[in-house]
């Protein structure tokens, strides 16, 4: 059975850099897109972007520019920073597994990002 | 980008009877569309890809329609452990992107 858990930091301050990590156990690391989604109250569900083993990206355009999304496949791991955070940003952040048909099939649990002063 | 919207905002059911959510597109996504279930405290869950196919262990209650613009998710029988918020989300073309959501809950 395919798991992610998600690990970093929940509380930051305004102009900060969010850093999420992910690790995938079972299931195989390559031949998926590994992504980032979150969810706020006033946006519902946003993709921020995606990953894949070899380092192929996608980013949402709304966000390109702030979000670095990086992967080590030697520990079926990848990893997202956004930077320049606001208030705007506080979200629950997803980890998820993207296969071939662009469906997010498993998801890690989520992490509470809060931007507070 | 693609909008995908959902209605209604809330859906009022008892448990037994049938509940349909609709998803539009603001263009066509041919049959490009999934939907995924989420209750509270938990990631989503997805039920159904290219519009209508049921992902693995999801019951035959669910059930998928549509193509292009206009797409429906039904639920032939509410268990009550169906009333939940549901989700569509798009894989046409990048970006990804997601309804905001229909909740299903007691009438």
């Known amino acids: 059975q395919v798991q992610l858990q998600q690990w970093g930091a929940g509380l930051l301050k305004p102009s900060e850099t969010l850093s999420l990590s992910c690790t995938v156990y079972g299931g195989s690391f390559s031949g998926y897109y590994w992504s980032w989604i979150r969810q706020s109250p006033g946006k519902g569900l946003e993709w921020i972007g995606e990953i894949n083993h070899s380092g192929g990206t996608n980013f949402n355009p709304s966000l390109r520019g702030r979000v670095t999304i990086s992967v080590d496949a030697s520990k079926n791991q990848f990893s997202l920073k956004m930077s320049s955070m606001t208030a705007a940003d506080t979200a629950v952040y997803y980890c998820?597994?993207?296969?071939?048909?662009?469906?997010?099939?498993?998801w890690g649990q989520g992490t509470l990002v809060t931007v507070s002063s | 980008e693609i909008v995908l919207t959902q209605s209604p905002a809330t859906l009022s059911v008892s448990p037994g009877e049938r509940a349909t959510l609709s998803c539009r597109a603001s263009?066509?996504?041919?049959?490009?569309l999934a939907w995924y279930q989420q209750k509270p405290g938990q990631a989503p869950r997805l039920l159904i890809y290219a519009a209508s196919t049921r992902a693995s262990g999801i019951p035959a209650r669910f059930s998928g329609s549509g193509s292009g613009t206009e797409f429906t998710l039904t639920i032939s029988s509410l268990q009550s452990e169906d009333f939940a918020l549901y989700y569509c989300q798009h894989y046409y073309i990048l970006p990804w992107t997601f309804g905001q959501g229909t909740k299903v809950d007691f009438k």
């Open positions: 263009q066509t996504i041919t049959n490009n």
């Open positions: 998820a597994r993207r296969g071939g048909i662009p469906i997010f099939d498993f």
